[in-house]
């Protein structure tokens, strides 16, 4: 399948569509059906301690599997969650951006499946484990 949206475009399309979240991530690299996106991690994700918080980290899985969706099948801002497991793993590094390594497992007409694993940059191991499924509007 051909990347339709590359990270210029779709970080245009998050800012236009979603500027609640504008500066909050980066994409680092798209592919075919696979994305890398980067939280900008600020003083709002942090939790006490200084780690990013469980709802910053669901963020970033659900932001990631969304543009990876997008990046595939063009613009289409009604793609939705209908689904999300998260496991949370081990401790982020305290005050450290997190990254995304997301991949589609499955892109069709109505759904798409996508699991992500979520890193403190400078680790190794993965701070969190995601899959996710969106529904695809009709076109």
């Given at each position: 399948m051909t990347v339709k949206m590359t990270?210029?475009?779709?970080?245009?399309?998050?800012?236009?569509?979603?500027?609640?979240v504008n500066g909050e991530f980066a994409i680092e690299?798209?592919?075919d059906s696979r994305?890398?996106?980067?939280?900008?991690?600020?003083?709002r994700h942090l939790r006490p301690g200084g780690t990013v918080s469980g709802p910053s980290i669901f963020a970033?899985?659900?932001?990631?599997?969304?543009?990876?969706?997008l990046a595939m099948i063009g613009?289409?801002?009604?793609?939705v969650t209908t689904s999300c497991s998260l496991d949370f793993m081990r401790k982020p590094a305290a005050r450290t951006d997190l990254?995304?390594?997301?991949?589609?497992?499955?892109?069709?007409r109505v759904l798409a499946v996508g699991e992500v694993l979520v890193f403190s940059d400078g680790m190794q191991?993965?701070?969190?484990?995601?899959?996710?499924t969106y529904s695809i509007p009709p076109k």
């Open positions: 990270a210029e475009e779709l970080m245009e399309f998050l800012d236009g569509e979603f500027p609640q690299e798209v592919g994305i890398r996106v980067r939280l900008l991690v600020a003083e970033l899985a659900d932001v990631s599997v969304y543009l990876a969706v613009p289409q801002g009604l793609a990254i995304a390594e997301c991949r589609l497992l499955k892109l069709g191991a993965p701070v969190a484990r995601a899959s996710l």
